[in-house]
């Protein structure tokens, strides 16, 4: 069974950090791009992260440049969302997803494999 399951969601005081986990099973991890989404109550999900297959490549919205960082371990099939210096403008149910496009994840409407959300709260 194709499954993708986030952890490590909660609360947290503005400025805090936070380390999401993306664990992913039922196919090849390596052959797959993986990027990280989130939705906030009444927007539309968006994309804040995504690290390729092959070389690593990583590439991030504006809104997180320099305060997230995703990285992957394979040997675990997981990747991670490092968060730094939280605002309560992050507060939103944070995704993964897996697209076999492979060298980088497409935009959330043409990815198939998602995993169930994890919600991060940022207090001011």
């Known amino acids: 069974e194709v499954q993708l399951v986030e952890s490590g969601g909660g609360l947290v005081q503005a400025g805090g950090s936070l380390r999401l986990s993306c664990s992913a099973s039922g196919f090849i991890f390596d052959d797959y791009a993986i990027g990280w989404f989130r939705q906030a109550p009444g927007k539309e999900r968006e994309g804040v992260s995504a690290?390729?297959?092959?070389?690593?490549?990583?590439n991030y919205a504006d809104s997180v440049k320099g305060r997230f960082t995703i990285s992957k371990d394979r040997a675990k099939n997981t990747v991670y969302l490092q968060m730094n210096s939280l605002k309560p403008e992050d507060t939103a149910v944070y995704y993964c997803?897996?697209?076999?496009?492979?060298?980088?994840?497409?935009?959330?409407?043409?990815?198939?494999?998602w995993g169930q959300g994890t919600l991060v709260t940022v207090s001011s």
């Open positions: 690290i390729s297959n092959s070389d690593g490549g990583r």
């Open positions: 997803a897996a697209d076999p496009y492979g060298s980088s994840c497409r935009p959330w409407r043409y990815l198939e494999i």
